[in-house]
């Protein structure tokens, strides 16, 4: 937290309740996303953002999760010249910051990935889908949990292509990463 050093008590205080309420809605809108409203998202999504921007500053990396959850929360909606933006805005930022995170950048190639799907642009979601493995393989090792959404969500789109090999193979990395729902280590 970029307030926690400083000598007013008072400032310190506020950046706190600041930083408290961010919190509070991203994880509202987060939580509606998962339970498939997204239309119900977007409200604590945007309260989210402008907390955000006045604390950190409308070009801060903090804003990319927040970004990132507007567009799939539009693109949830249909809405998806609006998730467009979102998705620009976030790409931007990442684009525009010095060693952001390669687990940042998965989850940006992961959006991205998941717009293009929603597009019909499979061939796009596929490129950004392998950009989101490999960055979330770089950060958290090959056979991660964070690595296995994009396997997941590759695997998804071969199996729709009726490509069976390459979707089984990928199923199959699914299997193997650790701690995974799906996991083979997890059975038996």
Not at 37 to 64: D, M, N, T
Not at 77 to 86: C, F, I, P, S, V
Request: aromatic share 12%.
């Amino acid at each position: 937290s970029p307030f926690w050093s400083c000598d007013d008590h008072f400032m310190c205080f506020t950046a706190f309740i600041a930083e408290s309420l961010i919190a509070l809605a991203l994880s509202t809108a987060q939580g509606f996303v998962w339970a498939g409203k997204p239309l119900e998202a977007i409200p604590a999504a945007l309260q989210a953002l402008r907390f955000s921007s006045q604390v950190f500053g409308s070009g801060s990396v903090q804003l990319v999760p927040i970004y990132l959850l507007l567009a799939e929360a539009s693109t949830g909606t249909g809405h998806l010249r609006q998730a467009a933006k979102y998705l620009s805005q976030a790409q931007w930022i990442v684009l525009q910051t010095p060693g952001c995170s390669a687990a940042l950048q998965s989850k940006l190639q992961r959006g991205l990935g998941l717009f293009s799907i929603a597009e019909g642009n499979l061939d796009q979601a596929l490129y950004h889908l392998a950009n989101d493995v490999y960055l979330a393989t770089a950060e958290f090792g090959l056979n991660s949990v964070e690595a296995s959404g994009g396997y997941l969500n590759m695997a998804n789109i071969f199996f729709h292509q009726n490509k069976m090999d390459a979707a089984n193979s990928l199923y199959t990395e699914v299997g193997r990463t650790k701690n995974h729902p799906l996991s083979f280590s997890q059975m038996g």
